[in-house]
């Protein structure tokens, strides 16, 4: 009764021995790791998706073609524990053509001039670059650092170079961003043409996320996929983690808000019930919090998610100021639209692959149906750089979206829009862009995610940060497992979130795999 009276409901289930906060690539690879262990383990996920940012659909018309909202691809080389882990669960994996970036032939459109990727830094490059800067981008970065910091004769261990190596001024490149480094040693001109013509920057992270202490390679890992799609990844995790023991549970739509200790060393966790209507998962108020107990807890949730958490050991000053201050959130966003045929093909500038200055950044011929020959997939837009302006567009077409929605429908005004710069980038007239027969939007902003992956600031070491946030609170069995600490992959692959789960396993009695 007196529980009643506070607005709690019970859960009759006994205490869990493990609790993981989050059904993402994070969360689903803990239990799967954990489903041996013969223990009570029960997973919690704000809404009625698994997955998290791993969101693959497709369109009814084009029903072979992966729309990957979100995580998209892999190297088998850089990405090991992924790539293990996605055979060892026994999914297809094919060839993405599309690569992992810019190649040769790639179509770029800056300034209003065509040329391909290969011609970068050439003569017909639009920018008033000084003689020392009439280089390939990444040559230019190379030089940077080869000329203006000590990055040849430094004396520390390779794990320590990337924070530890300083520019001619003798400052750090922990201690500054990469936008102080360009503004030191690159004319104004430089930056922009490395702003215009790279997939993703934003220069207000660490310096030491750039660092190259060597030239340039022109090798390329063989980029992968998921045939069955990303989405599939934690799907199949949780899949196997839920057969294997009748111990194993999953609660949707459960939002944690709180987490106490308790006198015997347990924790109580209190949920605040939430609904899903057509992909948007919002409280339900009037309901009163759920509580439930947990012997162990794992928060694979993202940095935001922490940083609203009523739980003491997340607000020690230090544990605080990792969350709101090491990291930022990256907002992003990357939109489809299936047509009837692939028109942009008629380009006369067409590579699978465009840059442009636009605020379309990034353009990807995502292929032609097999099942459905002609109608085929465009990814018009990738960016991470005019994501205030797509929020606009989107409000406007869907009124406030600030409660917790990544996906939405694309409207009149974003294709206007879309089909504008498309027009641009393949030099095709307007009358050449029929109309999309389907078209969707994801956009990684609001809570829980708070942004598509997070980027280290200037002033911290990261294994440090990471090593710290694995276990905020000495006294409590209560662990870190986001990638948006990550020291070593960063935060904006899948592979990260792997490796920062595989900090926690030791805790609960594994042995970690790397």
């Known amino acids: 009764m007196a529980r009643a009276m506070l607005g709690i409901s019970v859960y009759a289930r006994s205490c869990d021995d493990v609790a993981i906060i989050g059904a993402g690539i994070a969360g689903t690879y803990a239990g799967w790791r954990l489903r041996k262990l013969n223990k009570q383990i029960t997973v919690y996920e704000y809404s009625n998706r698994v997955g998290g940012r791993c969101y693959t659909m497709k369109f009814p018309d084009i029903p072979d073609i992966n729309v990957e909202l979100g995580a998209m691809r892999f190297t088998a080389s850089s990405h090991k524990l992924l790539s293990d882990t996605i055979r060892e669960l026994g999914l297809p994996v094919q060839k993405f053509v599309l690569g992992g970036g810019a190649s040769a032939d790639t179509t770029v459109h800056v300034r209003g001039t065509h040329l391909r990727y290969k011609d970068l830094g050439g003569t017909s490059t639009p920018y008033n670059l000084l003689p020392n800067e009439q280089?390939?981008?990444?040559?230019?970065?190379?030089?940077?650092?080869?000329?203006?910091?000590?990055?040849?004769?430094?004396?520390?261990?390779?794990?320590?170079?990337?924070?530890?190596?300083?520019?001619?001024?003798?400052?750090?490149?922990?201690?500054?961003?990469?936008?102080?480094?360009?503004?030191?040693?690159?004319?104004?001109?430089?930056?922009?043409y490395i702003r215009d013509t790279s997939s993703f920057l934003d220069l207000g992270v660490s310096a030491s996320a750039e660092v190259l202490t060597s030239p340039p390679s022109q090798e390329e890992d063989e980029v992968s996929t998921v045939t069955t799609g990303f989405g599939s990844i934690p799907e199949k995790l949780l899949e196997t983690f839920l057969r294997a023991s009748r111990k194993h549970d999953i609660r949707l739509n459960h939002h944690l808000k709180a987490i106490k200790k308790m006198r015997n060393g347990n924790y109580n966790l209190y949920f605040e019930p939430t609904i899903t209507i057509n992909g948007r998962t919002s409280s339900i108020k009037i309901k009163p919090l759920m509580k439930k107990c947990a012997k162990k807890v794992i928060l694979a949730v993202n940095r935001l998610s922490l940083e609203s958490l009523n739980w003491k050991g997340l607000h020690q000053p230090h544990i605080r100021e990792y969350i709101t201050k090491a990291v930022k959130d990256v907002s992003a966003g990357k939109f489809f639209l299936a047509y009837n045929s692939p028109w942009w093909r008629r380009s006369p500038v067409y590579s699978n692959y465009a840059i442009?200055?636009?605020?379309?950044?990034?353009?990807?011929?995502?292929?032609?149906?097999?099942?459905?020959?002609?109608?085929?997939?465009?990814?018009?837009?990738?960016?991470?750089?005019?994501?205030?302006?797509?929020?606009?567009?989107?409000?406007?077409?869907?009124?406030?979206?600030?409660?917790?929605?990544?996906?939405?429908?694309v409207g009149k005004e974003i294709v206007k829009v879309t089909n504008k710069y498309l027009s641009a980038i393949y030099r095709l007239p307007l009358t050449d862009i029929p109309p999309p027969i389907n078209g969707i939007i994801s956009y990684w902003h609001n809570y829980p995610y708070g942004g598509a992956w997070q980027l280290w600031m200037p002033g911290y070491i990261w294994p440090e940060v990471e090593r710290q946030m694995t276990k905020p609170s000495k006294k409590d069995d209560v662990f870190v497992a986001v990638n948006a600490f990550s020291s070593r992959s960063l935060s904006y692959d899948s592979n990260s979130a792997l490796q920062v789960v595989e900090l926690v396993m030791p805790y609960l009695g594994l042995k970690s795999k790397g």
């Open 356 to 409: 442009s200055d636009t605020p379309l950044k990034q353009t990807y011929d995502f292929g032609t149906s097999k099942a459905n020959p002609t109608k085929s997939l465009l990814l018009p837009m990738y960016n991470d750089g005019n994501i205030p302006y797509w929020n606009e567009l989107i409000e406007r077409e869907h009124g406030n979206i600030n409660n917790s929605d990544a996906v939405f429908s």
């Open 135 to 192: 280089k390939p981008v990444s040559q230019l970065k190379w030089e940077m650092f080869k000329n203006y910091t000590d990055v040849l004769t430094t004396t520390f261990p390779e794990d320590d170079q990337q924070f530890q190596i300083k520019d001619v001024d003798g400052l750090q490149m922990y201690k500054q961003s990469i936008n102080s480094l360009y503004h030191k040693f690159l004319s104004s001109e430089a930056q922009s």
